[in-house]
């Protein structure tokens, strides 16, 4: 998976807009991040939840990996671009876009409603 195609996966999803942090692109939904590009876009990192993270990492090593620190333990997994494929990786993005737009005004939390299969 290359940078630009990361990129366009995360603003697929409903209302995702780029944006920057520390200096790297992020993709947000109602303001919150959901997934980064790394400064030299080597990886990427979606928010996943630890639950989340620990089935992405099992089910695609080499793919998914937990980072070294807090943050790694709250979820937000490291996916190493150079491994990954758009079938492993949008399971984890949209988990990742979900779980943020979830939290945030109603129209991303109808938009979870209707990806998810909800009324």
Known sequence: MTPDQFRRLALSLPEAVESSHMNHPDFRVGGRIF????GGDVWGMVKLTPEQQAAFVESHPGVFEVFPNAWGRQGCTKVVLK???????????????????STVDERPKRAVKKR????
């Open 116 to 119: 998810a299969g909800g009324p």
């Open 35 to 38: 997934a980064t590009l790394s």
């Open 83 to 101: 491994h990954a494929v758009k079938a492993a990786v949008a399971p984890a993005m949209v988990a990742a876009w979900q779980n943020i737009a």
